[in-house]
């Protein structure tokens, strides 16, 4: 079953991995939300990977359900994962990818930057995403993927959720919202940090995230998601004992329009 995936989720983002895999000549079995995992274990048990490409608010039910013959062969792709997402289910060394591609409903596929991904099935996306003309890259380290999980998060989080404060495009955000920008990524860091129990090079990170700033400014700061986004780094700064000052004063502000 080595030419096997099994996609979980067949939304946006699913959908063009499996456009990928189908075109680099992998046989992809589907699973959708209705659909009984252990079902489709028992007929495919060993794929050559079990990519799990739900929504952040799906994850965690997901992977708690998902089949232990499974486990050792896991794809990630969600914003906002960190190791301890994998660690809390067992699951010891996932293929995980940070995807820097927009995909919307009606419009092709759009790349910021080249993806990168690490893990035992790194080559197997990286093929699947060129041979649709979306450019990734292999990550050898497991440092260093955190940290480009660390620095999507921080364009992630730091646009949606200055974004509903002041709209825009990332662009605009940091020629005339600079201050606001900054003191959000600040806020993102500490939490970042403290939920990875590590420290980082803050400066570099902001070069990253200014990097993606710069390969696509007209891209809009605050998705529909925003809103869910800055709850939930609301709840895990208060279980980390965070102050968040710039994210308590988007919250307040925007609570009351």
């Not at 979980?8 to 046989?27: E, S």
């Not at 050792?72 to 067992?90: C, I, K, M, S, T």
């Not at 999980?149 to 940091?174: C, E, F, H, S």
């Amino acid at each position: 079953m080595e030419n096997t995936i099994v996609l979980i989720g067949l939304g946006q983002l699913g959908r063009v991995f499996a456009g990928g895999l189908l075109r680099a000549g992998h046989t992809v079995v589907p699973v959708n939300r209705c659909d009984d995992m252990n079902r489709v274990a028992a007929r495919w048990p060993q794929p050559a990977l079990a990519l799990v490409a739900v929504a952040e608010a799906d994850l965690h039910p997901v992977l708690e359900a998902l089949p232990a013959v499974w486990k050792d062969r896991v794809g990630l792709l969600q914003n906002e994962l960190l190791p301890r997402d994998w660690e809390l289910h067992a699951i010891v060394r996932p293929t995980v990818i940070a995807v820097w591609f927009e995909k919307k409903k009606g419009i092709d596929a759009k790349p910021l930057l080249p993806s990168p991904v690490h893990g035992p099935q790194a080559p197997l996306l990286i093929q699947a995403l060129t041979s649709i003309d979306l450019p990734a890259r292999v990550v050898e380290d497991a440092e260093q993927m955190l940290w480009e999980l660390v620095r999507k998060n921080l364009y992630i989080l730091t646009t949606n959720l200055a974004g509903l404060q002041v709209g825009g495009t990332v662009g605009d955000l940091w020629d005339r919202h600079r201050p606001l920008a900054e003191a959000v990524a600040r806020d993102v860091l500490d939490l970042q940090e403290a939920l990875t129990g590590r420290r980082f090079d803050r400066v570099a990170l902001m070069q990253g995230m200014l990097e993606a700033f710069a390969a696509d400014p007209q891209h809009a700061c605050a998705g529909r998601t925003a809103a869910a986004r800055l709850e939930r780094a609301l709840k895990q700064a208060d279980a980390f004992g965070l102050t968040v000052p710039t994210l308590r004063q988007i919250r307040s502000r925007t609570s009351k329009a």
